[in-house]
């Protein structure tokens, strides 16, 4: 397992923008695929956007964030980001990482998970 951290959450208004980070731990980043999921409250866990092992030529997103959020990798600085524009107030939730050995939209496919972020837009 890898060690996730995440950073970069806060209050913005709607139409804003937010970049997430989540800093790992270890000298195999690279080989992990990564995702970001998120939880409103009363909500079940849902999936965002994740991105491939290695070069990350590969991503996915949830419908309700494509166009408006971009995942990307830098495997020298064991990092993983989401940039989220055009906040909408049903962004609001918290934002985990997650690290698996399966590109996956599924929970299920990561075994490793930071605390969370807040992220919260108001209207």
């Known amino acids: 397992q890898v060690q996730l951290v995440e950073s970069g959450g806060g209050l913005v208004q709607a139409g804003g923008s937010l970049r997430l980070s989540c800093a790992a731990s270890?000298?195999?980043?690279?080989?992990?695929?990564m995702a970001w999921f998120r939880q409103a409250p009363g909500k079940e866990r849902e999936f965002v956007a994740a991105?491939?092992?290695?070069?990350?030529?590969?991503?996915a997103y949830a419908d309700s964030v494509k166009g408006r959020f971009t995942i990307s990798r830098d495997n020298a600085k064991n990092t993983v980001y989401l940039q989220m524009n055009s906040l909408k107030p049903e962004d609001t939730a918290v934002y985990y990482c997650a690290a698996g050995n399966t590109f996956s939209t599924g929970t299920w496919g990561y075994d490793s998970w930071g605390q969370g972020t807040q992220v919260t837009v108001s209207p």
């Open positions: 991105i491939i092992r290695w070069s990350g030529g590969n991503t």
């Open positions: 270890g000298r195999t980043f690279s080989r992990y695929a």
